[in-house]
């Protein structure tokens, strides 16, 4: 669609997460617009999703290097991750998540 207002908000652990396919590849066809990103890991199809980075099946810096091949310079939203047994616990999974996501961006 060709208008100002159609953007996107992508999702790569729903991709996999409800249709089982590489987020990447579906990315591709779309990255020039997506203005927003939210960030979460998927173990597999219909699988969890509350998950810390890196031990689902989404390759954030595969993915990040799809979004910064078209520019994206938008905002990240940590959307998922690992709950904890108290509120300090989660809010450490949190942590680590943005910290994980820190890395794979500088690395690109």
Excluded at 61 to 90: A, D, H, R, Y
């Amino acid at each position: 669609m060709a208008h100002p207002n159609f953007k996107i908000w992508y999702d790569a652990g729903n991709i996999i997460h409800y249709t089982g396919k590489d987020p990447a590849k579906e990315l591709k066809p779309i990255a020039k617009h997506v203005t927003g990103f939210c960030a979460k890991d998927c173990v597999g199809q219909r699988g969890e999703v509350m998950v810390q980075f890196g031990t689902g099946k989404v390759d954030f810096k595969e993915v990040f290097g799809v979004l910064q091949s078209v520019g994206f310079n938008g905002p990240i939203m940590v959307e998922g991750m690992k709950i904890g047994v108290t509120p300090e616990e989660t809010n450490g999974f949190a942590k680590a998540n943005r910290e994980f996501l820190e890395k794979v961006l500088r690395e690109l």
